[in-house]
């Protein structure tokens, strides 16, 4: 077995094991969705049973399984109920391709740097991404704004 193949193998070891950390710690926190009413007209939003920790852990793993990053959401409510301030999403870079109802990270301006919405419309150099509750779009944005790709929304309890 040549130098290659090791390394291959070692990584298919590691890819291996992140994914059973990963069930495994779904598996130890009970993980029954349940839903909670936000308080809020936006409707309601996912909860878990896993403990802030862990949902970021868990973000974590996936997001060093797809080469992503982590973050946590300003609560502004646009994106409720998919996504809110106790939730933490996995963004992977942007592989290009594009489609009307992906949810995408881009920049705006120097006042909201990063923005997480929906594309509503889209053509071959802009996109119009819009919150699930904003009553009006951003209006369109260059392809080359999107800064990457939501995989993964991981949920905390309260």
């Not at 077995?1 to 992140?18: C, D, I, R, S, T």
């Not at 080469?67 to 999403?89: A, K, L, Q, W």
């Amino acid at each position: 077995m040549n130098a290659q193949n090791k390394q291959l193998l070692k990584l298919a070891g590691a890819a291996f094991f992140v994914a059973l950390v990963c069930v495994w710690l779904v598996f130890i926190s009970g993980c029954k969705p349940v839903v909670r009413n936000t308080g809020t007209e936006k409707g309601l939003a996912p909860v878990s049973n896993l403990t802030r920790e862990q949902a970021e852990s868990t973000a974590r793993l996936i997001a060093l399984m797809h080469n992503g990053t982590v973050r946590t959401i300003t609560p502004t409510g646009s994106m409720e109920p998919i996504v809110d301030s106790r939730s933490f999403i996995v963004l992977a870079p942007h592989k290009g391709d594009l489609r009307v109802g992906m949810v995408v990270s881009y920049y705006h301006s120097v006042k909201y740097p990063s923005v997480l919405h929906k594309v509503v419309k889209l053509n071959d150099t802009h996109f119009t991404p819009d919150g699930i509750t904003n009553r009006r779009s951003d209006g369109w944005i260059p392809r080359e704004n999107i800064t990457g790709e939501l995989i993964a929304v991981i949920y905390a309890r309260e």
